[in-house]
């Protein structure tokens, strides 16, 4: 089936630090993910993308955070700078439209662990 | 906004019995309840979904079940095997929303042969 991949699965940083989680989403995908999971708890929504924009985040998607996907590459999420309450697995999802029933894919994730 | 809460957390059955997993939302307003399947090391994979105009749904083994009034939906899996074992987890989402997932906090199911 369709697949997300994202790169790397493992980034171990020092806290303040930067980082950039890749993703590179289904190929006629247009709307875009992320979504973080502190180990043993749910996955929560972080932001969704679509068009060059950010159209909805939650209160988790901090001022140090921001998405981008230039010119059709990777989708990516940056922390900048990153903090120890950011070490989490990020889930990156693509879906094709945002239909009521619009089946997300998710990416096998990156575990980020901030020392 | 919504919250989902998801019973139990850990689930274990003999193989061949059936599996009842139970979510509850709060806000009438959500419209689509998908049901994710990740083993370990895996991505989440949509395993099935209802929608907020059917009452029940059945694919390969598996079952939703949607009451809307009492903001409940579960997932039933009939004759369990040892490749059902997994974390699942529940979701809502809300009208109007970009796709907007809230999730259950997963149950771990554990199929013993």
């Known amino acids: 089936g369709p697949k997300v991949l994202q790169i790397p699965s493992h980034q171990i940083i020092d806290m303040g630090q930067m980082v950039t989680l890749n993703c590179d989403p289904v190929s006629n995908h247009l709307y875009f993910y992320w979504y973080k999971q502190i180990l043993g708890q749910q996955m929560e929504f972080l932001v969704n993308?679509?068009?060059?924009?950010?159209?909805?985040k939650s209160k988790l998607f901090k001022d140090q955070f921001s998405v981008e996907r230039p010119d059709g590459s990777y989708f990516t999420l940056k922390i900048q700078p990153t903090a120890l309450e950011d070490s989490a697995v990020y889930f990156c999802?693509?879906?094709?439209?945002?239909?009521?029933?619009?089946?997300?894919?998710f990416g096998s994730g990156t575990r980020l662990t901030v020392l | 906004g919504e919250q989902v809460e998801q019973l139990p957390s850990i689930l274990r059955v003999q193989e061949g019995s059936s599996a009842s997993i139970n979510c509850t939302y709060e806000n009438s307003a959500s419209n689509y309840f998908p049901w994710y399947k990740q083993e370990p090391g895996e991505n989440p994979k949509l395993i099935i979904d209802?929608?907020?105009?059917?009452e029940r749904k059945q694919t390969q083994g598996l079952i939703v079940l949607l009451d809307k009034k009492a903001k409940r939906f579960s997932l039933h899996i009939t004759d369990t095997q040892p490749g059902d074992s997994a974390m699942y987890f529940c979701?809502?989402?809300?009208?109007?929303?970009?796709?907007?997932?809230?999730f259950g906090a997963g149950t771990r199911l554990a199929v013993c042969p």
């Open positions: 209802i929608r907020s105009n059917m």
């Open positions: 999802a693509s879906s094709l439209v945002r239909a009521s029933a619009e089946t997300l894919y």
């Open positions: 993308f679509y068009n060059g924009k950010v159209m909805e």
């Open positions: 979701a809502a989402r809300l009208s109007g929303s970009f796709n907007k997932l809230t």
